[in-house]
């Protein structure tokens, strides 16, 4: 495969700890013959700017070294333009890279894969204000949590998110929506309380939370899930089995098959890839092979035709 490796890097991974994971990367990256370049941003605007550069320059492979919010960045970057994108999971959350076969924890095994130039091609999300995501979108009960998690100065990491799940548990209402969902049967409208929705290209997000667990990201659809208003207490109980991916069984969970989605609600801020989207509404369209992605081996097309 032709071209430089352009290696995007968030420091600040798993707060700083994944620094030392960089070093032996870019050696391996480096036995090959090609040209290894490091880019790090000042801010994720600068980093954005970098990688589209790089790419419009003629790099031959762009490499996300971090967790699901630097590949959410180099995702816009790499967007149906047919440069290869390679993912080293180095972050707190790596539900992206998982989806895509590449296992956390091992590093250099995901830099062999970048060295071997297999790809597959999946699809990616296109929102109304011109932003991709990959993953998970989020909105409702758990992108509140978010957007408190961010306004408060107290403790890093989970502890953070803990306090901020508390509090909006506290305040916790049902949230009206309205849905309007463009599926292969055709369109359908769903306006009623809710406690989140779900739009997913792959199956998980929060660092293993199978919020919907059948999506794959080249079937040419999107997985929706939308759990319904129903008292605090209960959606606790039945929330946790979101890890296995069963609370899709529930009587007050929706599952849908869709290639778009327009999501509208008062006061509700969309949440993909772990990273901020900004407030509804808005309008999600999958992009059938939007990505080329280097895997470590190849994964067969789970449900080919179903986009058809």
Not at 140 to 145: A, L
Not at 154 to 160: D, I, L, T, V
Request: charged share 20%; aromatic share 4%.
């Amino acid at each position: 495969m032709p071209g430089e490796i352009a290696v995007l890097v968030n420091p600040a991974a798993r707060g700083g700890r994944s620094r030392g994971l960089l070093g032996p990367v870019l050696n391996r990256l480096r036995r090959g013959d090609r040209k290894v370049s490091v880019l790090v941003g000042d801010s994720a605007a600068d980093a954005l700017a970098r990688a589209r550069t790089a790419v419009a320059a003629g790099a031959g492979t762009l490499v996300a070294f971090g967790g699901d919010g630097l590949v959410h960045l180099a995702v816009q970057a790499v967007a149906e333009t047919g440069v290869p994108l390679g993912v080293i999971p180095a972050g707190t959350g790596n539900d992206i890279a998982t989806a895509l076969g590449v296992t956390p924890g091992r590093p250099l095994e995901a830099a062999d894969a970048v060295l071997r130039g297999g790809s597959r091609t999946v699809d990616a999300v296109r929102t109304g204000s011109g932003e991709w995501f990959a993953g998970v979108l989020a909105c409702g009960f758990d992108s509140r949590v978010n957007e408190r998690a961010n306004r408060i100065s107290g403790p890093p990491g989970m502890s953070r998110y803990l306090l901020a799940l508390a509090a909006e548990l506290r305040s916790y209402r049902p949230i009206p929506f309205r849905i309007t969902l463009d599926g292969p049967s055709g369109a359908e409208t769903i306006e009623r309380p809710i406690t989140l929705v779900a739009v997913g290209n792959t199956s998980s997000y929060g660092a293993g939370m199978r919020v919907c667990p059948d999506a794959v990201p080249d079937d040419g659809l999107l997985d929706v899930t939308i759990i319904d208003a129903v008292p605090v207490g209960r959606f606790l109980r039945v929330f946790p089995r979101v890890y296995r991916g069963s609370h899709v069984t529930h009587p007050f969970v929706t599952t849908r098959r869709v290639r778009g989605i327009t999501l509208e609600a008062r006061d509700v801020v969309a949440y993909a890839d772990g990273e901020r989207l900004g407030p509804l509404p808005l309008t999600c369209d999958l992009v059938p092979g939007a990505l080329q992605v280097l895997c470590p081996f190849a994964m067969p097309a789970a449900s080919q035709g179903l986009g058809a």
